[in-house]
């Protein structure tokens, strides 16, 4: 590539990449109606809503999308002739056999495996339990925070004898009472995270911890000045303190400091403990620490009596002992890629130094504790952990993965004998044609390839980041035009930058945000994009939407 100054620049093909979009199907195209459509006017609407998709695809570059769909179309085209439906559990065949439940189990064992866990034994505590997803991620959110109320709330577990009534509550009625926190968790993420949290807690009636901090303890908020927030702090930038910078300029992790200070608030109130934490997430890409987070929190569930709680049911008479907190893992995008990038690590063939040490995150992750007048703990502190199937790993449609343990698992809330299963799951109907993409999609991408790809993804980020540094010095000259405030947190596979004019925005899909960089203070609000690295994404690409940015109209001016 030339100098950035000299008028030799090498552009990519402008044809391949400049060409007019073509538009989809009109409204009046796509009309329906009762006579039906004839097969000319069928035709002619699928063509051009192929066109203008493919070139949409093309021009993917604003969100998690692998676009490389890796044959699907020759291998799985003929599984379209059937009604793949794997309604219930995974592991029971149920009534309704037209299902894909032994592909769902070996897509399972993968995951339990890949995340340092053990694939699925009924009988077996410490095994892994899980689904496939028919939404994505969001449905994985939102089953695991329902399982962690559920579980923290002295609610019955799967297979144990019910108490004398019926009733799921596993709790004794009079101690599970409203102002009896013991039976009340509280919900911990930090303000990156994404929003599938903020509704899954509205759909669960789940408390954040800011809404029982305002409810309850009024005057006690230990950080944040005292006022309680929903979200729990996110990092600022390293050597900076909170009133001088903003987390809006740090990398999108968690502020350890400030979770650990909130979650030993509650805990201390004996307040059940949810937290959640985000691996790779998604607007800046960044990776929570897990093995600090989990390190940090043992003593303080220790001292709180939260590793071993009793839980008393009917009528006091019987009770049951189980842990006190639930850590979920939102690796919507990170749980893909992180464990191959892990194996890059260790292995010199790949030829690969990370910029940070890459983090732990799954099932693997074991912390101790030794208190000074007792037996050490140690303890796996990953309960759950979730992945989106369309993301990191290709699939042509929303789908995921959910793991987590045979330990946890909950009576269903009811027993519907007519789908000759349990209904362990959070749908009904569930995608029987996921697994199978899913299965094909494993069976064809090698631990070794998996590796490269992962690689490859981090390889065009910094590339992203130096082209983009190139474009602001061009502009900075040629304009006089301010920053472009690229960044890009360590081992993340997205880059954010000032965000393109609307033009462009449009045409490379790209996300946008808008971040005060000040608490209240509008005066300083920046308009971000950011652009997704991933594996299906080639330099050329990445070229081709550099180059749009070299144009003078490239960037609105900032207001
Ligand atoms: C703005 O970008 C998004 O909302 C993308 C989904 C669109 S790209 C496929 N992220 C979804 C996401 C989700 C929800 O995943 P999905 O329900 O699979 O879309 C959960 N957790 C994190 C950290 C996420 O980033």
């Not at 690969?352 to 983090?359: D, F, H, L, N, R």
């Amino acid at each position: 590539r030339g100098d950035v100054f000299s008028e030799d620049l090498v552009l990519p093909d402008p044809e391949a990449w400049n060409s007019l979009p073509p538009g989809p199907p009109t409204a009046e195209q796509l009309k329906l109606r009762r006579t039906g459509l004839t097969d000319t006017e069928r035709a002619a609407v699928l063509d051009q809503l192929a066109a203008h998709l493919e070139y949409k695809r093309d021009h993917l570059l604003g969100y998690q999308v692998n676009a490389d769909m890796g044959g699907y179309a020759e291998d799985l085209g003929r599984f379209l002739r059937t009604h793949i439906n794997n309604i219930g559990d995974p592991f029971a065949n149920g009534g309704l056999k037209v299902n894909s439940k032994v592909v769902e189990q070996a897509v399972l064992a993968y995951f339990a495996e890949l995340w340092h866990g053990k694939p699925y034994a009924p009988t077996d505590r410490e095994s892994c339990w899980g689904y496939v997803l028919s939404m994505g991620s969001t449905e994985g959110n939102m089953y695991a925070l329902w399982n962690a109320r559920d579980y923290l709330a002295g609610r019955r577990l799967l297979g144990e004898e019910g108490p004398d009534s019926n009733s799921l509550t596993y709790a004794d009625p009079h101690d599970a009472t409203p102002d009896n926190p013991a039976y009340q968790p509280v919900v911990f993420y930090s303000e990156d995270t994404h929003y599938s949290f903020s509704k899954a807690v509205r759909v669960l009636n789940l408390p954040t911890f800011g809404e029982m901090g305002r409810g309850r303890y009024p005057t006690e908020c230990p950080i944040n000045g005292g006022v309680w927030p929903d979200d729990v702090p996110s990092a600022l930038p390293s050597g900076t303190d909170r009133d001088e910078r903003y987390s809006t300029f740090g990398p999108g992790s968690i502020d350890v400091d400030a979770l650990v200070a909130v979650v030993d608030f509650f805990a201390g109130k004996g307040h059940p403990i949810i937290v959640n934490l985000n691996f790779g997430s998604t607007f800046k890409g960044a990776h929570d620490p897990v093995r600090e987070v989990a390190d940090r929190l043992l003593p303080v569930f220790y001292r709180h009596g939260l590793i071993d709680r009793e839980i008393h049911y009917g009528q006091g008479r019987r009770s049951d002992r189980r842990r006190g907190f639930w850590i979920h893992v939102d690796g919507a995008l990170g749980a893909g890629y992180v464990p191959f990038l892990a194996r890059a690590e260790k292995e010199p063939k790949y030829g690969y130094t990370p910029q940070v040490p890459v983090p732990e995150f799954d099932f693997g992750v074991r912390s101790r504790f030794a208190p000074h007048d007792a037996e050490p703990v140690e303890l796996d502190m990953v309960a759950s952990i979730v992945v989106s199937g369309h993301k990191w790993l290709g699939a042509p449609w929303p789908c995921g993965i959910l793991l987590t343990k045979v330990k946890y698992q909950m009576q269903p809330p009811s027993t519907p004998d007519y789908i000759g299963s349990l209904d362990t799951t959070f749908a009904g109907s569930r995608n029987g044609f996921s697994p199978i993409v899913l299965w094909d999609h494993l069976a064809r991408t090698s631990e070794g390839k998996q590796v490269s790809l992962a690689v490859h993804s981090q390889r065009m980020a910094a590339y992203l980041v130096e082209q983009l540094h190139k474009v602001e010095a061009y502009r900075r000259l040629k304009f006089a035009e301010d920053s472009l405030f690229v960044d890009r947190t360590p081992l993340a596979i997205t880059v954010r930058f000032r965000r393109p004019s609307a033009r462009l925005v449009a045409k490379w899909s790209l996300s946008t945000v808008s971040q005060r960089m000040r608490p209240g203070d509008d005066s300083g609000i920046r308009h971000l994009a950011h652009v997704f690295l991933m594996a299906s994404t080639t330099q050329e690409k990445v070229d081709a939407f550099v180059a749009d940015l070299y144009a003078y109209d490239a960037f609105d001016a900032i207001d």
